[in-house]
């Protein structure tokens, strides 16, 4: 088995960005004749609803029916948002979606305006990829220069703006109300929800926010119909999706594959273990999924579906693989630091949970565990989950109880005999910087 | 409406309403930090979190809108689980230092914790630790006790109009502070302490007074503006230790200025007169009360028996009660003077003997929340009206129109929706001119009374602005404030702007210069036919005078001439609470009890008579100023003292009959006139937040405020140039006398205008508030 690549096929060469060879690819075929043949708005939901294709940020939510909830009869500005706040750990696919397809998105856009009718576009790029976000300017600048975006789009009597807007870099702006607060200018806090963005958005206005790869995704799925994509992947899951893998094994990179791939065979396109070693665990959706273990997933298809059923999610598609060199405890400590740092600190469980989860767990892997302290550090997490404004405080807290879960003794083991259960030199062996053979 | 059950209880609400209302409408309590009523909703803290049949999750009660049918539980498992969570992780990182924490007793976290905290910590890292922030005089912070709710924040924003303080950082770095270097500077800024449900923000000025539990509550109205707070004063061992609100959703809200909220300090100023005194050969001398009534009779007898009654002048002061007005006037009026005045600071009488009734704000003060337009007319509105122009924010937010016509552009923290910024000498011809728009756009004609100020006058885009701004909506309002009353053309302005309120169909009024504006008037404290007004007792200088609760050099509009009358008079009879410069004019000083030490009452802007009980026993051998005025009005052998009580002093001031017939600000037969272009730069003089009553003079905290700086000379930067003068360079200003004050560049006053306010020690000497002045460089 082999990729199946949509998105990032053919993208060889340094001038795959570039809008002449986005259009030899057929970009913006769909756009076109959807402006020619002023296709209806709903048929084109239909179609999204056909290939079942799912928010590719994490959520998995089903598109055609997020563009659905847009009010119609609204009179007043509507806007399309794309989420490139790409900031989950793991996840780097949107980096490259926008380094070497950008107008794949920017025709998404288009099409998600015109579906919606919205009046302008923002695309909120994370601002530690500033390269990422110039390129995209370069891009948009081709398409207005073409007619794809601006007043009457290909002559016709659509209109749309789309801009491009980078963050500075905070995990919570990817959260879609905190993304639109920061791009309002504010601070970046998570709103509460109700009201959703779809009827109180961007400064107040019915707002709908996709991920990059989702808007990427529709140009394709409209080119090719909606049962071909969904043909590709499963039932429920359709289509392609780009998984980001990384960690231990050979070939770390994006990985497009039809959903339902195994995880096997995913493994065996990244170059299999590093050195052989065996494989120990896999975060299969980003940082903030339940860590599962290696024979667990060795049993697993790759799709929403089936990984859900596993009790992890597939999240962003950020496959995190970890050999036996791996100590548990401190890859936990390393992820609860990371959200101690990027809570934003508005709600109390997430502000005040993820300093506790993080104390605990730097006590825990530097010798000075106690006892009691495994049961408290599932019962924090679980008092976070489920209280907080925003998914942030699941997602710190998913990791620890998945780790507890599946490795306890490992932790047990830490708190007993004041080390590691994965010996010192072994983790050093396995985490020695790695240069690519190939 | 839709019917809803709480724990098994039905309630009906309305649409839109949250289960946090539902529940409180029953008077179930759901604990909650960061929720409140006149907050924007922030669902923050996750206190209130509560099942709802359903839902997956436990949701916020304040933030989760009812729906039909909904069954909501505040006290199930789930619903209780979820709210000791959250309490556990709020008290984390919350220092155990309630014994030493000023909030302890009155906290919230305290309460709740009681309720939903567990015995023992199970937090077992460090604590957070969070440097103190340093935001002025008068809010004290102990910033690691700060649970992140935001009130104070969304405060700033919401209420105040201004966001001092913000949550910077992230995560558990997350902390309240002000920008780099800034204090909270707003009037307003005393209600972030009552706002913080802990004790990170604290009252600098009662700090480490007292213990919540120790303090007695007792209502009571604030003496300053004519808004006339209420407050609940909290005493301990007959000292007042501090003030807040007292919540009267019809006239403060929940809100007090920080004037009315701190200025309590000023009570125990070292000047505060506690005993009797005469001046005798040059010396002061504390006496009994006898000795000094038996004085101020004989010399008022020898006064009146020499020079005639006519000699005798009363200047009363409009923060004094109805009661001591009624009295002071009754007792003049006694003598056969009819030289009263309490309209201290006003240069134009002429509309005297004209008016159809007494001035008032024309409207509830509860109904400028709900304007759909307002205007305007110059007025110092944030300082002067802190809580006014609170509510008129209130009407902006939800959708108000205001707009105004004012000598200075300074910022009121509300967007405007259009205004013309005219130098004194203009305002009347600016009015005239939104008249004129009015009556271009609405097609009715002028009324005579300002066909003459209209006749030839040129409507421009700022005058037709305003004129459409108000005739926004329905529910509008024309508001005079104290710079148009003080105004030397007063009348004319109000003629100007009831005509303007007639064709806009708003209603009109006057936002009042003081506490009991209203009560003075209604009580007589101004002159009838043949009297002399404030101005003009300065001005033909009297043999005596009784001053009551007035410091002339700073509450009269030209303090240099009030210093010199009184200095010139035979005798001066100060009834007051603080000795101040009295002890330099007067020749007797009778104490008198402030506010919080007698019974009385005050009438407000909008016409409501507001009576109070003593909440502390009068200092020393202070007395209530009824009493002592009503004793002196029997040792005068004047008949009607023989009141009982405060309130039989109340009845027979205010007669038979509902007050508010009284109100009316109707003038018959004056006529709108421009006034003649000034010659020389024109002064613009505000009476600084601070410095409008001897209370909050002597009021330390308030007086190391922003607001209480030494004024500027402020002039528009082409005069300023044009005087050749620099920004920030030492200017000698000279009106009736001489100072030197700092110049500012301010694009908010008028060309050919300086700004100095008036009150101030180092502005006094100016002498009258609207004059021309001269300016070089010191």
């Given at each position: 088995m082999s990729e199946h690549k949509l998105i990032l096929a053919d993208l060889d060469g340094d001038r795959s960005w570039r809008l002449a060879d986005y259009a030899q690819r057929r970009g913006y075929e769909a756009l076109k004749k959807i402006v020619a043949e002023k296709i209806a708005p709903d048929d084109i939901i239909a179609t999204l609803k056909t290939a079942n294709l799912r928010g590719r940020g994490g959520a998995g939510f089903p598109t055609g029916l997020k563009w659905s909830f847009m009010p119609k009869a609204y009179t007043g500005p509507k806007y399309v948002v794309c989420n490139s706040d790409e900031g989950e750990p793991g996840t780097f696919k949107d980096r490259d979606i926008l380094r070497y397809n950008p107008h794949a998105v920017i025709e998404g856009m288009i099409i998600a305006g015109y579906t919606m009718g919205c009046v302008a576009g923002y695309n909120y790029i994370h601002g530690e990829i500033f390269e990422v976000y110039e390129r995209f300017e370069a891009a948009l600048d081709e398409a207005r220069a073409a007619g794809l975006l601006g007043r009457n789009i290909l002559g016709s009597d659509f209109s749309f703006e789309l801009f491009a807007h980078h963050g500075y870099?905070?995990?919570?702006?990817?959260e879609e109300t905190g993304l639109l607060e920061s791009l309002e200018g504010k601070k970046g806090q998570p709103r509460f929800k109700p009201p959703f963005p779809a009827s109180f958005?961007?400064?107040g206005k019915p707002t709908t926010i996709n991920n990059t790869e989702t808007f990427a995704s529709v140009p394709f799925i409209l080119r090719m119909g909606g049962e071909t994509f969904l043909n590709l992947g499963k039932p429920n899951n359709g289509g392609t999706k780009i998984f980001s893998v990384s960690g231990h094994v050979n070939r770390p990179g994006n990985y497009e594959v039809q959903l339902g791939t195994p995880f096997a065979e995913l493994l065996e396109m990244a170059g299999g273990m590093r050195g052989g070693r065996r494989l120990k665990a896999v975060i299969p959706g980003g940082s903030s999924a339940p860590v599962l273990s290696g024979e667990l997933m060795m049993e697993l298809t790759m799709d929403y579906d089936a990984i859900a059923k596993a009790g992890s999610m597939l999240g962003s598609g950020a496959v995190i693989v970890m050999d036996e060199t791996t100590c548990m405890v401190k890859a936990l400590e390393r992820l609860s630091y990371f959200y101690f740092e990027e809570s934003c600190g508005q709600c109390t469980p997430c502000r005040e949970g993820t300093g506790w989860l993080y104390r605990m767990m730097r006590r825990l892997e530097h010798?000075?565990?106690?006892?009691?302290d495994l049961d408290l550090l599932d019962n924090v997490a679980e008092n976070i989950m489920g209280r907080t404004i925003c998914a942030l405080g699941d997602a710190a807290a998913m990791p620890v109880r998945g780790f507890l879960k599946h490795y306890r003794d490992e932790f047990a083991y830490h708190i007993e005999h004041k080390r590691c259960l994965v010996p010192v030199e072994l983790q050093r062996e396995g985490s020695r910087i790695y240069v690519r053979q190939d | 409406m839709l019917e809803i059950e709480i724990d098994g209880q039905k309630v009906e609400v309305a649409p839109g309403s949250t289960v946090m209302q539902a529940a409180q409408r029953i008077g179930k309590h759901i604990p909650h930090f960061c929720y409140h009523k006149k907050l924007s909703i922030a669902a923050n803290c996750r206190m209130c979190l509560v099942e709802v049949e359903k839902m997956p999750k436990a949701v916020p009660a304040c933030a989760t809108p009812v729906a039909a049918d909904m069954k909501v539980h505040t006290g199930s498992e789930k619903a209780v689980k979820a709210q000791r969570a959250v309490m556990e992780f709020l008290l984390i990182n919350h220092p155990l230092d309630c014994p030493i924490c000023d909030q302890g007793g009155e906290c919230q976290l305290q309460d709740i914790a009681v309720g939903y905290g567990g015995g023992e910590s199970r937090y077992r890292e460090e604590k957070r630790v969070v440097f103190n922030k340093?935001?002025?005089?008068l809010i004290n912070t102990d910033m690691t006790r700060c649970i992140h709710c935001s009130r104070c924040v969304r405060f700033g924003q919401e209420i105040a109009g201004v966001m001092e303080l913000g949550i910077a950082h992230r995560g558990e770095h997350a902390e309240v502070m002000a920008f780099v270097d800034r204090s909270v500077d707003s009037e307003l800024s005393g209600n972030a302490i009552d706002l913080c449900p802990v004790g990170a923000l604290t009252s600098k000025p009662f700090r480490f007074g007292a213990r919540t539990w120790e303090l007695v509550r007792r209502p009571s109205v604030s003496p300053h503006d004519s808004l006339g707070a209420n407050l609940q004063v909290q005493v301990k061992h007959d000292r007042v230790m501090r003030v807040l609100p007292l919540e009267n959703e019809a006239i403060n809200e929940c809100w007090l200025s920080d004037k009315d909220r701190f200025s309590y300090e000023g009570l125990y100023a070292a000047d505060r007169l506690t005993r009797p005194q005469i001046k005798h050969d040059g010396e002061w001398h504390e006496v009994d009360w006898q000795t000094a009534l038996d004085y101020v009779v004989r010399t008022l007898g020898d006064i009146r028996k020499e020079y005639?009654?006519?000699a005798i002048g009363a200047l009363l002061s409009p923060h004094s009660t109805l009661e001591e007005l009624h009295l002071a006037q009754k007792l003049v009026r006694g003598l056969r003077s009819e030289n009263i005045d309490s309209r201290l600071r006003q240069n134009d009488f002429s509309a005297d003997g004209r008016r159809t009734g007494t001035p008032w704000l024309g409207l509830p003060l509860a109904a400028l929340s709900t304007l759909d337009a307002a205007l305007v007319v110059g007025s110092f509105l944030r300082k002067d009206h802190p809580l006014m122009a609170q509510r008129l924010r209130q009407a902006q937010r939800a959708g108000a129109k205001i707009c105004r016509v004012n000598a200075v552009a300074d910022d009121w923290l509300i967007p405007l929706s259009a205004e013309v910024i005219a130098a004194p000498d203009r305002l009347a011809a600016s009015l005239a001119a939104v008249l004129a728009a009015l009556a271009e756009q609405t097609g009715q004609a002028v009324a005579a009374s300002c066909q003459a100020a209209v006749a030839g006058i040129t409507v421009d885009e700022a005058a037709r602005g305003v004129a459409a701004a108000l005739l926004n909506g329905e529910r509008r309002a024309v508001l005079l404030g104290n710079l148009a009353v003080q105004h030397p053309n007063a009348s004319s302005l109000q003629v100007l702007a009831a005509e303007i309120a007639r064709l806009a169909g708003a209603s009109f009024g006057f936002l009042g210069e003081a506490a009991n504006t209203v009560g003075a008037a209604l009580a007589g404290a101004q002159p009838s036919k043949g009297g002399r007004n404030a101005a003009a007792m300065l001005r033909e200088p009297r043999k005596a005078y009784v001053l009551l609760g007035v410091e002339p050099e700073f509450d009269c509009a030209d303090g240099v001439a009030a210093r010199a009358a009184l200095m010139q008079a035979a005798s001066v009879i100060h009834l007051g609470s603080f000795v101040g410069s009295a002890?330099?004019?007067?020749d007797v000083l009778l104490p008198i009890a402030p506010f919080t030490e007698t019974s009385g009452s005050f009438v407000n802007a909008e016409g409501r008579l507001q009576s109070f009980s003593a909440v502390v026993p009068p200092l020393g051998d202070a007395r209530p100023g009824w009493k002592l005025l009503r004793v002196l009005g029997n040792l005068l052998g004047l008949p009607g003292f023989e009141q009982e009580s405060s309130e039989a002093v109340r009845a027979e001031a205010l007669g038979e009959g509902d007050l508010a017939t009284c109100l009316d600000n109707g003038l018959d037969g004056v006529q709108a006139r421009l006034d003649a272009p000034a010659q020389g730069l024109q002064r613009i003089a505000e009476v600084p937040i601070h410095f409008a009553d001897p209370l909050a003079r002597r009021a330390p905290a308030l007086q190391k405020t922003q607001d209480a700086a030494v004024p500027q000379a402020r002039i528009h930067p082409e005069t300023l140039t044009g005087l050749g003068v620099a920004d920030g360079e030492v200017v000698r200003l000279r009106g009736s006398g001489e100072v030197k004050l700092v110049a500012r560049v301010d694009v908010g006053v008028p060309v050919g205008c300086v700004r100095v306010a008036a009150a101030h020690p180092a502005s006094l000497a100016l002498g009258p508030m609207s004059a021309e002045l001269s300016v070089e460089r010191a």
């Amino acid at each position: 088995m082999s990729e199946h690549k949509l998105i990032l096929a053919d993208l060889d060469g340094d001038r795959s960005w570039r809008l002449a060879d986005y259009a030899q690819r057929r970009g913006y075929e769909a756009l076109k004749k959807i402006v020619a043949e002023k296709i209806a708005p709903d048929d084109i939901i239909a179609t999204l609803k056909t290939a079942n294709l799912r928010g590719r940020g994490g959520a998995g939510f089903p598109t055609g029916l997020k563009w659905s909830f847009m009010p119609k009869a609204y009179t007043g500005p509507k806007y399309v948002v794309c989420n490139s706040d790409e900031g989950e750990p793991g996840t780097f696919k949107d980096r490259d979606i926008l380094r070497y397809n950008p107008h794949a998105v920017i025709e998404g856009m288009i099409i998600a305006g015109y579906t919606m009718g919205c009046v302008a576009g923002y695309n909120y790029i994370h601002g530690e990829i500033f390269e990422v976000y110039e390129r995209f300017e370069a891009a948009l600048d081709e398409a207005r220069a073409a007619g794809l975006l601006g007043r009457n789009i290909l002559g016709s009597d659509f209109s749309f703006e789309l801009f491009a807007h980078h963050g500075y870099g905070a995990y919570v702006c990817g959260e879609e109300t905190g993304l639109l607060e920061s791009l309002e200018g504010k601070k970046g806090q998570p709103r509460f929800k109700p009201p959703f963005p779809a009827s109180f958005g961007l400064y107040g206005k019915p707002t709908t926010i996709n991920n990059t790869e989702t808007f990427a995704s529709v140009p394709f799925i409209l080119r090719m119909g909606g049962e071909t994509f969904l043909n590709l992947g499963k039932p429920n899951n359709g289509g392609t999706k780009i998984f980001s893998v990384s960690g231990h094994v050979n070939r770390p990179g994006n990985y497009e594959v039809q959903l339902g791939t195994p995880f096997a065979e995913l493994l065996e396109m990244a170059g299999g273990m590093r050195g052989g070693r065996r494989l120990k665990a896999v975060i299969p959706g980003g940082s903030s999924a339940p860590v599962l273990s290696g024979e667990l997933m060795m049993e697993l298809t790759m799709d929403y579906d089936a990984i859900a059923k596993a009790g992890s999610m597939l999240g962003s598609g950020a496959v995190i693989v970890m050999d036996e060199t791996t100590c548990m405890v401190k890859a936990l400590e390393r992820l609860s630091y990371f959200y101690f740092e990027e809570s934003c600190g508005q709600c109390t469980p997430c502000r005040e949970g993820t300093g506790w989860l993080y104390r605990m767990m730097r006590r825990l892997e530097h010798g000075e565990g106690r006892a009691e302290d495994l049961d408290l550090l599932d019962n924090v997490a679980e008092n976070i989950m489920g209280r907080t404004i925003c998914a942030l405080g699941d997602a710190a807290a998913m990791p620890v109880r998945g780790f507890l879960k599946h490795y306890r003794d490992e932790f047990a083991y830490h708190i007993e005999h004041k080390r590691c259960l994965v010996p010192v030199e072994l983790q050093r062996e396995g985490s020695r910087i790695y240069v690519r053979q190939d | 409406m839709l019917e809803i059950e709480i724990d098994g209880q039905k309630v009906e609400v309305a649409p839109g309403s949250t289960v946090m209302q539902a529940a409180q409408r029953i008077g179930k309590h759901i604990p909650h930090f960061c929720y409140h009523k006149k907050l924007s909703i922030a669902a923050n803290c996750r206190m209130c979190l509560v099942e709802v049949e359903k839902m997956p999750k436990a949701v916020p009660a304040c933030a989760t809108p009812v729906a039909a049918d909904m069954k909501v539980h505040t006290g199930s498992e789930k619903a209780v689980k979820a709210q000791r969570a959250v309490m556990e992780f709020l008290l984390i990182n919350h220092p155990l230092d309630c014994p030493i924490c000023d909030q302890g007793g009155e906290c919230q976290l305290q309460d709740i914790a009681v309720g939903y905290g567990g015995g023992e910590s199970r937090y077992r890292e460090e604590k957070r630790v969070v440097f103190n922030k340093k935001l002025g005089p008068l809010i004290n912070t102990d910033m690691t006790r700060c649970i992140h709710c935001s009130r104070c924040v969304r405060f700033g924003q919401e209420i105040a109009g201004v966001m001092e303080l913000g949550i910077a950082h992230r995560g558990e770095h997350a902390e309240v502070m002000a920008f780099v270097d800034r204090s909270v500077d707003s009037e307003l800024s005393g209600n972030a302490i009552d706002l913080c449900p802990v004790g990170a923000l604290t009252s600098k000025p009662f700090r480490f007074g007292a213990r919540t539990w120790e303090l007695v509550r007792r209502p009571s109205v604030s003496p300053h503006d004519s808004l006339g707070a209420n407050l609940q004063v909290q005493v301990k061992h007959d000292r007042v230790m501090r003030v807040l609100p007292l919540e009267n959703e019809a006239i403060n809200e929940c809100w007090l200025s920080d004037k009315d909220r701190f200025s309590y300090e000023g009570l125990y100023a070292a000047d505060r007169l506690t005993r009797p005194q005469i001046k005798h050969d040059g010396e002061w001398h504390e006496v009994d009360w006898q000795t000094a009534l038996d004085y101020v009779v004989r010399t008022l007898g020898d006064i009146r028996k020499e020079y005639g009654a006519d000699a005798i002048g009363a200047l009363l002061s409009p923060h004094s009660t109805l009661e001591e007005l009624h009295l002071a006037q009754k007792l003049v009026r006694g003598l056969r003077s009819e030289n009263i005045d309490s309209r201290l600071r006003q240069n134009d009488f002429s509309a005297d003997g004209r008016r159809t009734g007494t001035p008032w704000l024309g409207l509830p003060l509860a109904a400028l929340s709900t304007l759909d337009a307002a205007l305007v007319v110059g007025s110092f509105l944030r300082k002067d009206h802190p809580l006014m122009a609170q509510r008129l924010r209130q009407a902006q937010r939800a959708g108000a129109k205001i707009c105004r016509v004012n000598a200075v552009a300074d910022d009121w923290l509300i967007p405007l929706s259009a205004e013309v910024i005219a130098a004194p000498d203009r305002l009347a011809a600016s009015l005239a001119a939104v008249l004129a728009a009015l009556a271009e756009q609405t097609g009715q004609a002028v009324a005579a009374s300002c066909q003459a100020a209209v006749a030839g006058i040129t409507v421009d885009e700022a005058a037709r602005g305003v004129a459409a701004a108000l005739l926004n909506g329905e529910r509008r309002a024309v508001l005079l404030g104290n710079l148009a009353v003080q105004h030397p053309n007063a009348s004319s302005l109000q003629v100007l702007a009831a005509e303007i309120a007639r064709l806009a169909g708003a209603s009109f009024g006057f936002l009042g210069e003081a506490a009991n504006t209203v009560g003075a008037a209604l009580a007589g404290a101004q002159p009838s036919k043949g009297g002399r007004n404030a101005a003009a007792m300065l001005r033909e200088p009297r043999k005596a005078y009784v001053l009551l609760g007035v410091e002339p050099e700073f509450d009269c509009a030209d303090g240099v001439a009030a210093r010199a009358a009184l200095m010139q008079a035979a005798s001066v009879i100060h009834l007051g609470s603080f000795v101040g410069s009295a002890a330099e004019y007067a020749d007797v000083l009778l104490p008198i009890a402030p506010f919080t030490e007698t019974s009385g009452s005050f009438v407000n802007a909008e016409g409501r008579l507001q009576s109070f009980s003593a909440v502390v026993p009068p200092l020393g051998d202070a007395r209530p100023g009824w009493k002592l005025l009503r004793v002196l009005g029997n040792l005068l052998g004047l008949p009607g003292f023989e009141q009982e009580s405060s309130e039989a002093v109340r009845a027979e001031a205010l007669g038979e009959g509902d007050l508010a017939t009284c109100l009316d600000n109707g003038l018959d037969g004056v006529q709108a006139r421009l006034d003649a272009p000034a010659q020389g730069l024109q002064r613009i003089a505000e009476v600084p937040i601070h410095f409008a009553d001897p209370l909050a003079r002597r009021a330390p905290a308030l007086q190391k405020t922003q607001d209480a700086a030494v004024p500027q000379a402020r002039i528009h930067p082409e005069t300023l140039t044009g005087l050749g003068v620099a920004d920030g360079e030492v200017v000698r200003l000279r009106g009736s006398g001489e100072v030197k004050l700092v110049a500012r560049v301010d694009v908010g006053v008028p060309v050919g205008c300086v700004r100095v306010a008036a009150a101030h020690p180092a502005s006094l000497a100016l002498g009258p508030m609207s004059a021309e002045l001269s300016v070089e460089r010191a």
